[in-house]
T-cell receptor, first 113, second 114 residues
Framework: DAGVIQSPRHEVTEMGQEVTLRCKPI?????LFWYRQTMMRGLELLIY????????DSGMPEDRFSAKMPNASFSTLKIQPSEPRDSAVYFC???????????FGPGTRLTVT | QQQVKQSPQSLIVQKGGISIINCAYE??????FPWYQQFPGKGPALLIA?????SEKKEGRFTISFNKSAKQFSLHIMDSQPGDSATYFC?????????????FGQGTRLTINP
């Protein structure tokens, strides 16, 4: 298995633009998590899905952030409009139903200028 | 109550020495305590994990010590090597809204000097 796949690996955009981050979880995993990592706040859980259904989005910072999982092999995290304070590394992770272990993707480094 | 506090923020150890990173928690509902290792430009990867009914777990040079009464756990890296230089995160798992989710510590940047 190729592991969790994220794209793009790097994204540079201007303030006000829409940004879409993509994730392909490990095949067969039922849970998908989106995290944001910054120096100041560390690793924060934004939202997670179970069988494509959003379970807990309490970590989503504001309405500018939205996430979808249209099928078991694809999820998106969208920021519209983007702001400089959204600059961070965004990770997607997945895990199996009866496992505690989360497998992380390589991350997307987002820079908003 | 769902926080995990990690220390130190950064640590420098000589090659061959012992690296020790500590974490503390408050919520007794946490039921699984993993440590993740992250290299620059990569995502975190599971290193070793422990459940609260065990006081110690060892895998090679890596050991978790767990003190349930003190609500503390720590990672010990024996015979530390330059290749161990990375950021280490402790975490705690809690069952919430029908699923297990992880709460991460702030991370420790470990540097092993050759």
């Amino acid at each position: 298995d190729a592991g969790v796949i994220q794209s793009p690996r790097h994204e540079v955009t201007e303030m006000g633009q829409e940004v879409t981050l993509r994730c392909k979880p490990i095949s067969g995993h039922d849970y998908l998590f989106w995290y944001r990592q910054t120096m100041m706040r560390g690793l924060e859980l934004l939202i997670y899905f179970n069988n494509n259904v959003p379970i807990d989005d309490s970590g989503m910072p504001e309405d500018r952030f939205s996430a979808k999982m249209p099928n078991a092999s694809f999820s998106t995290l969208k920021i519209q409009p983007s702001e400089p304070r959204d600059s961070a590394v965004y990770f997607c992770a997945s895990r199996g139903w009866q496992s505690y272990e989360q497998y992380f993707g390589p991350g997307t480094r987002l820079t908003v200028t | 109550q769902q926080q995990v506090k990690q220390s130190p923020q950064s640590l420098i150890v000589q090659k061959g020495g012992i690296s020790i990173i500590n974490c503390a928690y408050e919520n007794t509902a946490f039921d699984y305590f993993p440590w993740y290792q992250q290299f620059p430009g990569k995502g975190p990867a599971l290193l070793i994990a422990i459940r609260p009914d065990v006081s110690e777990k060892k895998e090679g040079r890596f050991t978790i010590s767990f003190n349930k009464s003190a609500k503390q756990f720590s990672l010990h890296i024996m015979d530390s090597q330059p290749g161990d230089s990375a950021t280490y995160f402790c975490a705690a798992s809690i069952f919430s809204q029908g699923a297990q989710k992880l709460v991460f510590g702030q991370g420790t940047r470990l540097t092993i000097n050759p």
